[in-house]
Nanobody
Framework: QVQLVESGGGLVQPGGSLRLSCAASRGRFSNYVMGWYRQAPGKQRELVATITSGDNTNYADSVKGRFTISRDNAKNTVYLQMNSLKFEDTAVYFC?????????WGKGTLVTVSS
C-alpha cells in the first residue's frame, strides 16, 4: 500500500506562486506514474499534470506554461511548481500514484488564490 502525503498548499494572491510536494512511502516510487489532480468546490476532480517514470510530462491546457511537474526519485517525492496563479486555480490538489491498473491517492492540500 503506497501512502501519499501532500504539502505546500496555502493562500496566495493572484499572480503568485506555490510549490506543492507529495512524498510517497512504500513501493517502488520510480516505477510509478505520478500525477497531480485538483477539485474545485462544486466541480469534478480534474487532471492537472502527470509525469512518467521516464520523466515524460503531460499538462492540462489550463495550466500549460504556468505549472511544472517534476519528481525526485531519490526522495520519493513529486512536485508541482505553480506560477502565475489565477482565481480559478483555487482547489484541493491531490497527488496520485499509478502503476498498471492500481492507483493511490493522497488526502489533498488546499490551494486558495485570493486577493
Amino acid at each position: 500500500q503506497v501512502q501519499l502525503v501532500e504539502s505546500g498548499g496555502g493562500l496566495v494572491q493572484p499572480g503568485g506562486s506555490l510549490r506543492l510536494s507529495c512524498a510517497a512511502s512504500r513501493g517502488r516510487f520510480s516505477n510509478y506514474v505520478m500525477g497531480w489532480y485538483r477539485q474545485a468546490p462544486g466541480k469534478q476532480r480534474e487532471l492537472v499534470a502527470t509525469i512518467t517514470s521516464g520523466d515524460n510530462t503531460n499538462y492540462a491546457d489550463s495550466v500549460k506554461g504556468r505549472f511544472t511537474i517534476s519528481r525526485d526519485n531519490a526522495k520519493n517525492t513529486v512536485y508541482l511548481q505553480m506560477n502565475s496563479l489565477k482565481f480559478e486555480d483555487t482547489a484541493v490538489y491531490f497527488c496520485n500514484a499509478r502503476v498498471a491498473i492500481i492507483s493511490y491517492w493522497g488526502k489533498g492540500t488546499l490551494v486558495t488564490v485570493s486577493s
